[in-house]
């Protein structure tokens, strides 16, 4: 039902910028969130950012001021921008999307959908 393929990632400093791209596809016309996770080596994933249908985001207050999420008017790709890159953000990032009401974010739990995931590698 749904298609989701990361790209944009690679090797950075810290302190650079990055944008990360998440192609969306879908087979119905059905309402989906779409969240952005990060999962670091020997870690558990983690939901760094989400959006629902209007617009409304949400963000993991450890990252938050540093990243937005975003998507086109076609809603048909998902967009993170990271701004100053630190080492801690080396990680495998994944987009993830599920069926959703227009105005209410699911809990991170509940996505069922996954890209194969973007590694991003900051160095210092």
């Known amino acids: 039902q749904v298609q989701l393929k990361e790209s944009g990632g690679g090797s950075v400093r810290h302190g650079e910028s990055l944008m990360l791209s998440c192609a969306v596809s879908?087979?119905?016309?059905?309402?989906?969130?779409l969240a952005w996770f990060r999962q670091a080596p020997g870690e558990e994933r983690e939901e760094i950012a989400a959006?629902?249908?209007?617009?409304?985001?949400r963000y993991r207050e450890s990252v938050k001021g540093r990243l937005t999420i975003s998507q086109n008017n076609a809603k048909n790709t998902l967009y993170l921008q990271i701004f100053n890159l630190i080492p801690d953000d080396t990680a495998m990032y994944y987009c993830a999307a599920e069926r959703c009401n227009e105005f209410d974010l699911v809990a991170p739990y509940e996505y069922t959908y996954w890209g194969q995931g973007t590694r991003v590698t900051v160095s210092s």
């Open positions: 879908v087979s119905s016309d059905d309402n989906y969130c």
């Open positions: 959006i629902d249908g209007d617009g409304s985001t």
